[in-house]
C-alpha cells in the first residue's frame, strides 16, 4: 500500500499571487491510497479532460476519486475512474481587444456579468492573439486572483489590434453544487471504446449567497431559459440602524419612488440593493463626496428621456443550473497506419432549474467523425516521402451544448463569424493532404466547409509548408475563407510567410504578416464596419551563445486599413522596435534587459492623435571585489491603468480587527474620516475594506527595487591602521518606488527619482527607502547603526487623493558594559504628513523628536529584566492647527522561558501625556496612540504554553488605565496546531 497525502491548510481565505509560473496552494488537502493499478484520493484534487474530442474540462473540486486498470488475458486493456465531488468553481471566458499602450489592469467578469469575483488560481488559459501565454512576471502576464485583474509583462506589447482570450474558473458560491464524472476505457491493439459521463448541478433548495423569497422563486418560474431577464427589484424596508446606509423615498424631478441617502431616524428605512449596468443604463450614480461608512448613490434624472446614470435598485437573481454531457466514441485501426474515430454526445443543460417551460430546448446532440492515413510513398525506404490523407465531419444540433471550448481558441474569427450570434445547428466537413519526409521538411493543403442551417456557409482552403536546410529557414501558411450569411458575404484571406539565414550564432530573417477581411452587407452593397485589412513586414536578428549571451532584434511596419466611401482605405501605420538581451556568463552577474518602442500615426481622416508607448525592463544582479558589493536591481517602466478605489469598514469582533471608531462630530453616524489604526486590541472592531470602481485613468508606471550592501571586511581582513578601522564599517541600502502618473510624453515617466512632476498628474506612489550605516556590526560588545528612511504612499480613491510620508532618522547605540548588563540608546528625529483631498480636517504635518535609552539584565538563559525609558516631543504645523504633544514613557518588561514548555512575559508602561489641542479629534488621538492626556498606565502578560508535539496555547491579558477613563481589560486565548 503506496500512501500520499499533500496537507497544507493554513485556515485563511486566500490564494497565492498570480505572479509566477509555479504557485503553491494554501488550501489544497488531500490524501491518497494506491495498491497496484488501483488508487483513491480524497480531498481537493483536479479533474481534466480525457481522450475525447467534445468533452473538455479543467475543474477544481473537493471529494473523492477512485481509478483503476488491469488486463485480460485476451490482450483487452481496461480503464476506469469514478468520481464525485463538490465543485469549487464555474468556468467562463472573457474575450476583448486590447487597449493601445495598455498593459493593464483588465478586469474580468463571471458569466452573469459579475464585476467582484475571485479567481480560482492556476485555473486560467490565457491567449493573445491565438498564442498561449505563460504565467510569471519574468515571462508573460501576471494576474491578481482575489480581484480578478490581469496585467501584461513588457514581454507582450498591447495595442488596438491585440485579440485577447482568458478562459478561467471563478468561484460561484449562489448555490451548493455538486460534480459527478465517470470515465470508462476498453481498448486493445486495433479497437478502443471510451465511454464518458459528466454532471454538474446546482441544488435549487440549498442557496448560499442569496436567499430567495417565495415571491423570487415564483418570477423564475416564469422567464424559462431567459436569465438575462432575472432582473428583480431588490429594496428592503428595515429599522433604522447606524450600522447601514438607508435611504428615504420621496417624489423629485418629475419622478416618482426616488431614494435618497437619510440619517433621518423617521425616514430612512429603505435599503435599496443597487446594481451596476453600465453607462445610461441606470437613473442613480455614486456619490464620490460622501463622508458615510458606505457607498451612497444619488438620483440624476434623465435628459431627453435618456438615462444619465449606471446603476438601479435591481438586482439579477441567479438560476440554479444543470449540465450533463454523455461521450461515447471508438478508435479502430483499419490498417497499419489507417484510423477511423467516431464519437457521439449528448448534452443536457438546464438554464434555469425552478422553470419546465421550454425544457425542449435543454437536450442537443453531436456526431465527430475523423479518418487518418499515412502512406509511404516507397515502400523501401521508411525514410522516403510520405503521403498524408485526412477526413472530418461533424455535427453539432441546435441546443447542443459542451462544458468548456472544445474547438480551437479562435474558431469563430477563422470562420468570420464574430458578429453571429443566432443559435443554429452547425456541420463542419473538411479534408487534407500532405507530403512529409521529416519535420523540417512538409507541405499540407486543407479544405472545410462550415454550415451553420440557413444563416451561415463558408469554405476555407489553406497551405501551410515549412523548409529548412542547413542554412536557410523558409515558411508559409496561407488561409482563404469566402463566406455568406443571412446578412453579408466576404472574403477574408490571410498568409504569413518567413524567411530566415543562419550565419554561425547569428539568425537573421524577415517576415511578412498579412489579412484583408472584405465583407458586404448584401442589401445595400456597402462594406462591412466589420472589415478590415492590414499588412506587417518585420525584420529580426538573433543571436545565441553557448557562452550565456544572448541578443533578440526585430522592427516591424504594419499598414492598417479600414471601410471609408465603400473602400478600405489607409487608416493608420504603426511602427515597433523590439530588443532584448541576456548575458549570463559569468556566475557573480546577471543581466537581462527587454523593451518596446511603438508609435501610432493616424490618417488625417481620423480624429485622433497619434501615440507613443514604450515598455521597458531590467533585471541585473552583481557580486564583486569578493563580496564587497553586492546588488540586485529591477527597473521597469511601461503603460497601463489605474483603477479609482473606494472602501468601506466593517465591524468584527473585538481583536480581530484593525481599526477602532471615534464618533468625533457626536453624530451617532460611522462617517469614513472617523475611523482610525487601532492601538490595543478592545479597539480593533473594524476591518477596512477595498472595492476597485469601474473608472479608470490611463497611467504611465514606473517600478524599480534595488538593494545594495557594502562589506569592506571581505576586502580589508587582517589589515592594520585606517584599513583596520575601515573594515568595521558596512551600509545597507533598499529602495522601492512604484509610481503611476498621468499617461503623457513627458520624459519624467522614466525616471522614479524625478520630483518635478505635478501634484495632480500623480495617480499612485509607492516608495520607501532605507540606509543603514553599521560600525562594529559583529562586535558582541559595542555596535552603532546610523538609520535614515523614508517612505511615502498615493491612493487614488474616487473621492479623491489619500496621500502619506514620513521620513525619519536615527541613531542607535548598544553596549554590552557589564557582563549580563546591555544597554541600548535610540535618537530619533523626523515628521509625518497626511492629506486627503476630502477629509481637510484630518490632514497634519508633524514634526517629532525621539530619545529612547534601554537597559537590560539577563539574569541566566531562561530570565531577562528590560527597564526602557522614553521622552518624545510631536508638534503639528499652525496652519494645519498647531497640536502639541510631550510624550514621557516607563517601562519595565520580565521574560521567562520555561524549559520545553513555553514563555512567560509581563510588562508595566507608565505613560504621561502633556497635549495640547482638540482632545476628541484625529490628530489627537495619531499623537496620543490611543491614550489620553495626563497619566496612563498599560500593563501586559503573555504566555505561550506547549502542550504537546505540535500544540501550543497562547494566553495573553492586557489592561490600560488612562485620568477619569475607568480601567479596561482584555484577555485572550488562542490554540495552535502544527502538523
Known amino acids: ?345 449528448y448534452s443536457n443543460h438546464d438554464l434555469n432549474l425552478f422553470s419546465s417551460i421550454n425544457e425542449d430546448q435543454n437536450k442537443g446532440f453531436a456526431y465527430k467523425f475523423l479518418f487518418k492515413n499515412q502512406l509511404d510513398l516507397s515502400a523501401s525506404d521508411s525514410a522516403s516521402l510520405k503521403l498524408l490523407t485526412g477526413a472530418s465531419y461533424e455535427f453539432t444540433t441546435l441546443n447542443f451544448k459542451a462544458i468548456e471550448r472544445y474547438r480551437a481558441v479562435e474558431f469563430e474569427r477563422d470562420f468570420n463569424i464574430l458578429n453571429t450570434r443566432l443559435p443554429s445547428s452547425e456541420q463542419i466537413a473538411g479534408f487534407n493532404l500532405g507530403l512529409f519526409k521529416k519535420e523540417t521538411q512538409r507541405i499540407d493543403y486543407g479544405f472545410t466547409g462550415y454550415f451553420r442551417e440557413k444563416n451561415y456557409s463558408g469554405f476555407q482552403h489553406r497551405l501551410n509548408s515549412f523548409y529548412q536546410t542547413k542554412n536557410y529557414r523558409l515558411s508559409y501558411w496561407g488561409n482563404i475563407l469566402t463566406s455568406s450569411s443571412i446578412t453579408d458575404k466576404g472574403n477574408f484571406f490571410r498568409q504569413k510567410a518567413d524567411v530566415s539565414r543562419l550565419f554561425n550564432t547569428w539568425l537573421i530573417g524577415i517576415n511578412l504578416d498579412q489579412e484583408r477581411n472584405k465583407t458586404q452587407i448584401k442589401e445595400s452593397q456597402v462594406l462591412s464596419p466589420l472589415s478590415f485589412a492590414f499588412t506587417q513586414y518585420k525584420f529580426y536578428v538573433d543571436k545565441k551563445s553557448d557562452k550565456g549571451n544572448n541578443l533578440h532584434f526585430e522592427y516591424n511596419r504594419r499598414y492598417d486599413k479600414l471601410p471609408f466611401e465603400n473602400k478600405l482605405s489607409e487608416s493608420s501605420i504603426a511602427d515597433v522596435f523590439q530588443a532584448s538581451y541576456e548575458m549570463s556568463k559569468n556566475a557573480n552577474s546577471h543581466l537581462s534587459f527587454t523593451s518596446s518602442y511603438r508609435h501610432l500615426n493616424y490618417n488625417n481622416r481620423i480624429a485622433k492623435q497619434d501615440e507613443s508607448s514604450f515598455l521597458g525592463r531590467t533585471d541585473y544582479s552583481l557580486t564583486m571585489l569578493k563580496g564587497f558589493i553586492n546588488t540586485d536591481i529591477f527597473y521597469e517602466v511601461g503603460s497601463g491603468q489605474e483603477a479609482k478605489r473606494e472602501f468601506t469598514y466593517l465591524e468584527v469582533q473585538a481583536g480581530q480587527g484593525i481599526y477602532t471608531w471615534n464618533d468625533y462630530n457626536n453624530n451617532s453616524i460611522k462617517e469614513l474620516n472617523e475611523f482610525e489604526i487601532a492601538n490595543y486590541p478592545d479597539q480593533a472592531k473594524y476591518i477596512r475594506i477595498f472595492r476597485l470602481s469601474n473608472e479608470f485613468n490611463k497611467t504611465n508606471y514606473t517600478t524599480i527595487n534595488q538593494t545594495l550592501r557594502l562589506t569592506p571586511l571581505m576586502l580589508l581582513k587582517d589589515k592594520r591602521g585606517l584599513l583596520k578601522f575601515l573594515a568595521k564599517i558596512s551600509t545597507q541600502t533598499a529602495i522601492k518606488i512604484d509610481r503611476k502618473i498621468l499617461d503623457n510624453s513627458n520624459l519624467s515617466a522614466f525616471n522614479p527619482f524625478d520630483t518635478r512632476i505635478n501634484e495632480s498628474e500623480l495617480i499612485s506612489l509607492n516608495s520607501f527607502f532605507r540606509n543603514t550605516l553599521f560600525f562594529e556590526r559583529n562586535n558582541p560588545v559595542f555596535g552603532v547603526d546610523f538609520n535614515y528612511q523614508t517612505s511615502a504612499n498615493k491612493t487614488l480613491l474616487t473621492n479623491g487623493f489619500d496621500t502619506r510620508n514620513k521620513k525619519e532618522a536615527g541613531i542607535r547605540i548598544r553596549w554590552n558594559f557589564i557582563q549580563k548588563f546591555n544597554l541600548i540608546f535610540e535618537l530619533n528625529q523626523g515628521n509625518k504628513k497626511y492629506s486627503s483631498e476630502l477629509f481637510t480636517q484630518k490632514n497634519y504635518a508633524i514634526g517629532f523628536a525621539q530619545i529612547k535609552p534601554q537597559l537590560n539584565y539577563q539574569f541566566n538563559n531562561n530570565f531577562r529584566l528590560t527597564f526602557t525609558g522614553g521622552f518624545t516631543q510631536q508638534k503639528n504645523k499652525i496652519q494645519l492647527g498647531g497640536e502639541k504633544n510631550l510624550n514621557y514613557n516607563f517601562s519595565t518588561e520580565s521574560r521567562y522561558n520555561i524549559l520545553k514548555k513555553g514563555i512567560l512575559t509581563s510588562s508595566i508602561n507608565l505613560v504621561y501625556n502633556d497635549f495640547r489641542g482638540l482632545a476628541n479629534s484625529s490628530i489627537a488621538y495619531d499623537m496620543l496612540e490611543g491614550l489620553q492626556s495626563g497619566k496612563n498606565l498599560v500593563w501586559n502578560t503573555g504566555l505561550q504554553h506547549t502542550v504537546a508535539n505540535g500544540i501550543q496555547l497562547n494566553f495573553n491579558y492586557q489592561g490600560r488605565k488612562s485620568a477619569d477613563v475607568k480601567i479596561i481589560h482584555t484577555g485572550s486565548i488562542q490554540a495552535r496546531a502544527f502538523f
Open 1 to 345: 500500500m503506496e500512501i500520499l497525502a499533500a496537507i497544507s491548510d493554513d485556515n485563511i481565505p486566500i490564494q497565492p499571487e498570480g505572479n509566477t509560473q509555479q504557485l503553491n496552494d494554501f488550501d489544497k488537502v488531500y490524501i491518497q491510497l494506491k495498491r497496484r493499478n488501483t488508487s483513491l484520493i480524497a480531498g481537493d484534487y483536479e479533474l481534466k479532460r480525457p481522450d475525447s474530442y467534445f468533452m473538455n474540462f479543467f475543474k477544481r473540486t473537493q471529494g473523492g476519486s477512485v481509478s483503476t486498470s488491469f488486463k485480460s488475458r485476451k490482450d483487452w486493456q481496461y480503464n476506469g475512474s469514478l468520481s464525485a465531488a463538490i465543485a469549487k468553481g464555474r468556468s467562463t471566458r472573457n474575450s476583448f481587444i486590447g487597449i493601445e499602450g495598455n498593459q493593464g489592469p483588465y478586469r474580468l467578469t463571471g458569466n452573469n456579468g459579475e464585476q467582484y469575483i475571485i479567481i480560482l488560481s492556476g485555473t486560467e488559459r490565457v491567449y493573445l492573439d491565438g498564442q498561449l501565454l505563460l504565467r510569471g512576471q519574468e515571462n508573460d502576464y501576471v494576474i491578481n486572483y482575489n480581484t480578478a485583474e490581469i496585467t501584461f509583462t513588457p514581454k507582450r506589447l498591447i495595442t488596438l489590434n491585440s485579440r485577447i482570450i482568458i478562459e478561467f474558473e471563478y468561484s460561484d458560491k449562489n448555490y451548493a453544487r455538486t460534480l459527478s464524472y465517470l470515465n470508462q476505457e476498453i481498448s486493445n491493439k486495433r479497437v478502443s471504446f471510451k465511454f464518458n459521463f459528466y454532471n454538474e448541478q446546482d441544488n435549487r433548495n440549498q442557496p448560499f449567497q442569496q436567499d430567495l423569497t417565495t415571491q423570487q422563486k415564483q418570477f423564475l418560474k416564469t422567464i424559462g431559459n431567459q436569465i438575462d431577464q432575472a432582473y428583480f427589484p431588490n429594496v428592503d424596508t428595515v429599522t433604522y440602524n447606524t450600522n447601514e446606509i438607508l435611504y428615504k423615498k420621496i417624489d423629485t424631478l418629475g419622478a416618482t419612488g426616488v431614494f435618497v441617502y437619510s440619517i433621518n431616524p423617521d425616514l430612512a428605512k429603505y435599503r435599496p440593493g443597487f446594481t451596476f449596468l453600465g453607462p445610461n443604463k441606470g437613473n442613480y450614480t455614486l456619490n464620490t463626496n460622501s463622508s458615510a461608512n458606505g457607498r451612497v448613490f444619488e438620483f440624476i434624472p434623465p435628459i431627453n428621456g435618456i438615462k444619465q446614470g449606471n446603476y438601479e435598485p435591481i438586482t439579477l437573481l441567479i438560476t440554479p443550473k444543470k449540465q450533463q454531457l454523455l461521450t461515447f466514441s471508438t478508435d479502430y485501426k483499419a490498417g497499419k497506419n489507417t484510423v477511423l474515430s467516431n464519437e457521439f454526445a
